[in-house]
């Protein structure tokens, strides 16, 4: 079993609805769970950081966290085409280690 | 601020060939990743330091590759004969406390690596 595991899709969504990103882990140690964007050809950037049990929100942006169940997720409400990315999950191993996912490819169309 | 700079954005070598891939991070960060991304494997870390000093090396594919961190402002990637397999995007990525904690990092441009 892989350590992150994400549905590379592509995941089509229409504009303005809600996007749904899903991850599983297979380290029931970690603590920290990170959502990263990038966009086609660009390097990745933080969007997301949770680390507690629950829901966090950021603007249009909502992280969930289920330790006992070894997922995290992300929601796009109001999804917009510069929201169109690869979206990636990722988890702290160790000290300082960051492990990421493969990556879900999200298409808005409008 | 600048950003993490990498050099050079795009490489095409042929196999056997040394391969040096360099990283400038932000000013003042103290710690340094290397990240290597392919279709197949996706974002894999390969080494980072501390403070100059390298911590965790685990994910270095073989011993043809290796890093060094000389001073803080600088590191390089090495290949040593390249491969075509390779042929990937090198990311390298900084922080100021380290990937663990609510410190983000902040990663460059990537290097786009093939290897004929």
């Known amino acids: 079993q892989k350590e992150v595991e994400q549905n590379s899709g592509p995941l089509s969504v229409p504009e303005g609805a809600i996007a749904s990103l899903n991850c599983t882990y297979s380290?029931?140690?970690?603590?920290?769970f990170f959502w990263y964007r990038q966009y086609s050809g660009k390097s990745p950037e933080l969007i997301m950081s949770?680390?507690?049990?629950g829901d966090k929100e950021d603007g249009r942006f909502t992280a969930q966290l289920n330790k006992a169940s070894q997922y995290v997720s992300l929601l796009i409400r109001d999804s917009q085409p510069s929201d169109s990315a690869t979206y990636l999950c990722?988890?702290?191993?160790?000290?300082?280690?960051?492990?990421f996912g493969q990556g879900t490819r999200l298409t808005i169309n409008p | 601020d600048a950003g993490v700079i990498q050099s050079p954005r795009h490489e095409v070598t042929e196999m056997g060939q040394e391969v040096t891939l360099r990283c400038k991070p932000i000013?003042?960060?103290?710690?340094l990743f290397w990240y290597r991304q392919t279709m197949m494997r996706g974002l894999e870390l390969l080494i980072y330091?501390?403070?100059?000093?390298?911590?965790?090396d685990s994910g270095m594919p073989e011993d043809r590759f290796s890093a060094k961190m000389p001073n803080a402002s600088f590191s390089t990637l090495k290949i040593q004969p390249s491969e075509p397999r390779d042929s990937a995007v090198y990311f390298c990525?900084?922080?100021?406390?380290?990937?663990?904690?609510?410190?983000?990092?902040?990663f460059g441009s990537g290097t786009q690596l093939s290897v004929l």
């Open positions: 990525a900084s922080s100021l406390v380290g990937a663990a904690t609510n410190e983000k990092l902040f």
């Open positions: 380290d029931r140690g970690s603590q920290s």
């Open positions: 949770i680390y507690s049990n």
């Open positions: 990722a988890l702290h191993q160790g000290a300082q280690k960051l492990v």
């Open positions: 000013s003042g960060h103290d710690y």
């Open positions: 330091f501390n403070n100059n000093v390298p911590i965790d």
